[in-house]
C-alpha cells in the first residue's frame, strides 16, 4: 500500500520568502516519491522526483527536495519565493510499476 | 514535440449518458494511464494501459472502461454517468511501465455531469 499526506492545504508567502511544503509518505517498499506543479487550467508538471539516488533532490525553477527516509518526510522547499510560484503543489509515490498516488495538494499564494 | 494531448477541452453531460474522451501520448511512448481530478483533490489513479492491454486499475467501478490502439493512443469510457463522475480527466503518457519512467501528463479534459 502506498499514500501521501500533504500537511497545509493552503500555504501564503511574501515574495522573497522562504516556500515549505509538507509532505510524508507511506510505503509498503522504498518509495519513488514526485513533487509536481499545477496552474489554473493545466495538467500537471514534474519538479522533481526521488528515485533512491541523493537525498537531496534539485529541480526546476529553483525547488529542491530532501528525502528523509526515517521521518517518512520529502519536504518541497524554494529559498526565495517569486510571484510566478503562484499555483497548486502535488506531492506524489510510486511504490510499483503502475499508478502515482497522489496527496491532497497544497495551494502556494504569493503576497507582493 | 506536441507532448501528451486530449480531447475534448471541456465537455458537459447530462446524468445517464456516456461519455468518451481521447488521449495522444507523446511520441515515444507506449503506455498511457488515466487519472481522474475531483475539485480540490488531487488525482486519483483510473487505470493504466500498455501493449492494448489493462495493467492495473485504481478502485474505481466497471462504468469506467479503457481502450488502447495499435499507435498507442487512448480512450476513456464512462457509462451511466453521475454528478460525481464531474472532475478533470487526466492522460499520462511514459516510455514503458516501470516506475522510474516519468508519466508526461496533458492538460485534461474538464467534464461537467448536469
Known amino acids: 500500500a502506498q499514500s501521501v499526506t500533504q500537511l497545509g492545504s493552503h500555504v501564503s508567502v511574501s515574495e522573497g520568502a522562504l516556500v515549505l511544503l509538507r509532505c510524508n509518505y507511506s510505503?509498503?517498499?522504498?518509495?519513488?516519491l514526485f513533487w509536481y506543479v499545477q496552474y489554473p487550467n493545466q495538467g500537471l508538471q514534474l519538479l522533481l522526483k526521488?528515485?533512491?539516488?541523493?537525498?537531496l533532490v534539485k529541480g526546476i525553477n529553483g525547488f529542491e527536495a530532501e528525502f528523509k527516509k526515517s521521518e517518512t518526510s520529502f519536504h518541497l522547499t524554494k529559498p526565495s519565493a517569486h510571484m510566478s510560484d503562484a499555483a497548486e503543489y502535488f506531492c506524489?509515490?510510486?511504490?510499483?510499476?503502475?499508478?502515482?498516488?497522489f496527496g491532497a495538494g497544497t495551494t502556494v499564494t504569493v503576497r507582493a | 514535440d506536441a507532448g501528451v494531448t486530449q480531447s475534448p477541452t471541456h465537455l458537459i453531460k447530462t446524468r445517464g449518458q456516456q461519455v468518451t474522451l481521447r488521449c495522444s501520448p507523446k511520441?515515444?511512448?507506449?503506455?498511457v494511464s488515466w487519472y481522474q481530478q475531483a475539485l480540490g483533490q488531487g488525482p486519483q489513479f483510473i487505470f493504466q494501459?500498455?501493449?492494448?492491454?489493462?495493467?492495473q486499475r485504481g478502485n474505481f467501478p466497471d462504468r469506467f472502461s479503457g481502450h488502447q490502439f495499435p499507435n498507442y493512443s487512448s480512450e476513456l469510457n464512462v457509462n451511466a454517468l453521475l454528478l460525481g463522475d464531474s472532475a478533470l480527466y487526466l492522460c499520462?503518457?511514459?516510455?514503458?511501465?516501470?516506475?522510474?519512467?516519468?508519466?508526461?501528463f496533458g492538460p485534461g479534459t474538464r467534464l461537467t455531469v448536469l
Open positions: 511520441s515515444g511512448h507506449d503506455t
Open positions: 499520462a503518457s511514459s516510455p514503458g511501465t516501470g516506475r522510474n519512467n516519468e508519466q508526461f
Open positions: 526521488y528515485t533512491s539516488a541523493a537525498t
Open positions: 510505503s509498503s517498499v522504498p518509495p519513488y
Open positions: 506524489a509515490v510510486r511504490s510499483n510499476d503502475y499508478k502515482l498516488s
Open positions: 494501459y500498455y501493449e492494448e492491454e489493462e495493467r
